[in-house]
């Protein structure tokens, strides 16, 4: 009985250490990539391999940026909280976290097709690679949403095996909406940034005006989320949905208060869950009800 509350209680710290819920930003895109690619549900074979090679590569990604960020976090008062600084895990034992998720990455992207098991090094690359970008650009934000945007991409190769031009639309989206509430999220962090030298771009260019570039990228977002309409003959319960969107954009953007972490966590990231699964759900509404 012990040693089952133990095994349960490492899960739990895992699934916390790599903030499982924020999949809901990633996943629901993957599954419209999905469902386009195939004109229809795909097969289970591809629904459930596509879909384990996208949680093992978020959540290696994910503990890999804890360790790399470890240090930083020790000293950051809103950080400081998290699993390693607190040694609630071992740095060891989050990287053996990190090479298990990426292995099960390669072995789900070898059960796709080829194309993915040829890129899944790469997509490793890629996502890693992110938690070092802090240090040395201001654009960290950008390629976070770079890496994440390989989520849709990559769903459509599991697919079709092929190169198209809609799963990078959509991919570009999810750049430029991760993107901009990050860069709403890294406002909790101007000094501390500053201090430590590492790059944002509220650290960069002030509160003001990193609020209006992230206002910026959600603009351009939206406008490529119209932009669908005619590309793939959607109608209007998809445009009710991207205006249910637009609404809890505007909501986000309204109500930043770089003080209160509570609205922060708000606007970062609990708006956004709900953002993802409205597009989700008019998407596929409009699809298979309308098409």
């Known amino acids: 009985m012990e040693q089952a509350r133990k095994i349960t209680n490492k899960i739990k710290l895992y699934g916390e250490l790599v903030m499982f819920s924020h999949t809901l930003f990633s996943l629901p895109f993957a599954i419209i990539a999905m469902v386009w690619a195939a004109e229809g549900w795909p097969s289970w074979h591809v629904m459930l391999w596509g879909l384990i090679a996208l949680i093992g590569a978020r959540n290696g990604a994910n503990a890999f940026n804890r360790v790399v960020d470890r240090v930083f976090d020790e000293k950051n008062p809103r950080t400081a909280h998290r699993h390693l600084p607190r040694r609630l895990l071992e740095s060891k034992e989050v990287l053996l976290f990190v090479v298990i998720n990426y292995g099960i990455f390669i072995l789900a992207s070898s059960m796709l097709n080829m194309l993915c098991l040829i890129l899944s090094p790469v997509a490793i690359f890629l996502i890693s690679s992110y938690s070092y970008t802090k240090r040395f650009t201001y654009l960290s934000h950008l390629y976070l949403g770079f890496t994440i945007a390989s989520a849709p991409i990559g769903a459509w190769f599991a697919v079709t095996g092929e190169f198209a031009f809609t799963p990078f639309i959509l991919g570009t989206i999810v750049m430029l909406w991760i993107a901009g509430f990050d860069i ?53 319960i998809y445009i009710i949905g991207i205006v249910i969107a637009i609404i809890l954009l505007m909501t986000e953007h309204k109500i930043i208060k770089p003080s209160n ?10 708006l956004n869950q709900v953002i993802s699964m409205v597009i989700l759900f008019s998407t596929l509404a409009d699809y298979f009800l309308l098409s």
């Not at 960069?204 to 206002?215: E, Q, S, T």
């Open 261 to 270: 972490r509570k609205v922060m966590n708000v606007a970062s990231y609990n």
């Open 184 to 236: 709403i999220y890294g406002s909790q962090d101007i000094e501390f940034d500053k201090n430590h030298g590492l790059w944002s771009i509220p650290s960069a260019f002030g509160l003001k005006n990193g609020l209006r570039i992230a206002a910026g990228l959600h603009f351009i977002m939206v406008l490529l989320l119209i932009a669908l309409i005619p590309i793939r003959h959607l109608s209007w």
